[in-house]
């Protein structure tokens, strides 16, 4: 049996190198003698297990120094994917054992993609943490940085488990690379937070899957009145940058093609209402967004200009004082500092981001490393802070895993050792161009570095070829890439899986 495998892999593993060096495994377990038996690990991991423990110490002299790393997001995946394993070991923390490709999780909650198809489980992207002696996982959350003792302070993360209850560790490092990503910004809006969903991992992409279906069904019941099911099914998406202009194409088109043939007792009622402050996708060409407005607008989805107000359990309030009923809320007006990145104190970038220079360090505190949405240059540095765009994110990842390999072949890959070292060229983002998808089999490209700068540009069914192929070739794994496009396939010809499961 697999669970019983890894049990008896990690009881072995303990005989040989612990992960508490200077604490006996008997002080821990309370056994009388190393290693631990099976009995003892499944006591220490029950719901009597309370309090802090020991984790991982400073390394050895005759040990790998050791990278931790905050965050499985596109920054932290790419650092981990090419740091190398020979001159370093990982520790990666977070609160999830899988990287998100978020481009194609709009098309999950329609059905159009699974969810297994847009997650990438960390040990396939790095097999050195689930094989290597000195390399971990921990599911766990960062919830505090000692910066002048080279520790990281860690809690599990035990949700949906009842019977263990959450304890505390600390892990040691000789770099610590924070990429813990941000979280989304509702600007203070009442009520945004506990009614909304956020369109940011696999669980929001589950959620508002189950929520359309359930208020498909319900529609169709005996009983509802016509106001009623107007206000179920009607979805509305708040914020017009790529993320909430994609659902809403992948929603329009859902209703168009599945939910006309599936549910014909209510297409009549179901509508997507798209909600944005200023103008959709402002950081494209003015003629793809006329471009997109006008194939939105020919999809059936409702644009309106407003600035929500405030958020109710069945309506969202705009400041010029419409009311706007609605049974799926999607919130995707960008993104903000998350609480721990707002508790370390150290330096911070325009935004309240992680302030970094020019090689991506946080220059008050020795071997520490931001990148990904947490990060932004200090104003010192002459810089402006970059966009939270997962191209950003994993680019910055790429450079830091080069320049960690490069400190170390030169002896500084010890806590305290690079401080004399030459880091090189800093780092340079050149843009790539953006692309959306807005349903129908269009979509938008525009390669663009700048709004203001010159490039290609372009709309239609040829952008949206180049969109899926992008995306396809940029899916992490062989095994996804496979997934994505047997999905594609399977929906061109059945159309999209309605179970709600």
């Known amino acids: 049996m697999p669970w019983l495998r890894n049990f008896l892999q990690f009881s072995a593993s303990y005989a040989r190198q612990s992960p508490q060096p200077h604490k006996s495994s008997a002080a821990i377990f309370g056994g009388a003698s190393p290693p631990p038996s099976l009995t003892q690990l499944l006591r220490h991991f029950s719901a009597g297990s309370q309090g802090t423990y020991p ?48 481009p194609l999780l709009a098309s999950t909650c329609v059905g159009t993609l699974e ?26 959350n960062c919830t505090g940085v000692d910066f002048q003792n080279h520790q990281i302070n860690c809690q599990t993360v035990t949700e ?59 529609s169709d019941v005996p009983g509802i009145t016509d106001e009623e099911k107007r206000r179920l099914l009607h979805c509305v998406v708040v914020g017009g940058g790529p993320t909430g202009v994609e659902f809403s194409g992948e929603l329009s088109d859902f209703i168009q093609k599945d939910v006309h043939q599936r549910y ?16 959709i996708l402002s950081s494209f060409d003015d003629r793809l967004r006329k471009y997109a407005i006008k194939q939105l607008t020919k999809s059936g989805v409702r644009l309106v200009r407003g600035i929500v107000k405030d958020v109710q359990p069945d309506k969202i309030n705009l400041s010029d004082g419409t009311d706007i009923p609605y049974g799926v809320l999607v919130w995707s ?27 991506l360090r946080t220059p008050t505190v020795q071997d520490v490393y931001a990148i990904g949405d947490c990060s932004g240059f200090l104003e010192s540095t002459g810089k402006p802070v970059l966009p939270a765009l997962a191209q950003v994110a994993e680019r910055q990842g790429k450079y830091l895993a080069k320049l960690l390999n490069h400190l170390s072949k030169a002896g500084g890959g010890r806590a305290n ?16 161009g953006s692309m959306a998808t807005i349903g ?10 700048s709004k203001e700068g010159k490039g290609v540009s372009m709309a239609g069914f ?6 899926r192929s992008a995306y396809l070739s940029r899916v992490i794994s062989w095994r996804n890439r496979f997934y994505v496009a047997i999905n594609w396939l399977t929906t061109f010809v059945f159309g999209r899986d309605i179970s709600r499961i």
Request: hydrophobic share 40%.
């Open 462 to 467: 040829m952008s949206w070829f180049i969109w």
């Open 264 to 279: 014909a007792h209510v297409k009549d009622y179901i509508h997507v209402t798209l909600v944005e402050a200023h103008e």
């Open 417 to 432: 050792a690079a401080k004399d070292l030459d880091f090189g060229e800093p780092f340079v983002y050149k843009h790539l």
């Open 440 to 449: 129908r089999y269009k979509a938008l490209v525009d390669l663009r570095q």
């Open 160 to 218: 949906g488990v009842k019977t263990i209850d959450p304890w505390k560790f600390q892990i040691s490092y000789d770099k610590l690379v924070i990429a813990s990503g941000a979280q989304a910004s509702t600007f203070g809006i009442k009520g945004a937070k506990e009614h909304a969903t956020f369109l940011r991992e696999v669980s929001d992409a589950q959620e508002i899957r189950r929520k359309l279906l359930l208020n498909l069904m319900l």
């Open 115 to 140: 969810f297994r198809s847009v997650a990438e489980p960390i040990g396939r992207i790095q097999p050195a943490i689930s094989r290597e002696p000195g390399s971990y996982f921990f599911l766990a």
């Open 55 to 102: 984790g991982l110490a400073p390394t050895k002299g005759d040990e790998k120094p050791r990278v931790v790393v905050l965050g499985t997001g596109w920054a932290g995946c790419r650092f981990i994917k090419d740091i190398d394993t020979k001159q370093y070991d990982i520790v990666c923390v977070s609160p999830r054992n899988h990287m998100v490709f978020t």
């Open 333 to 359: 007006t960008g993104v903000g500092p998350s609480s721990f990145v707002n508790a370390l104190e150290i330096p911070k970038a325009p935004g309240g981001r992680i302030g970094i220079d020019e090689w």
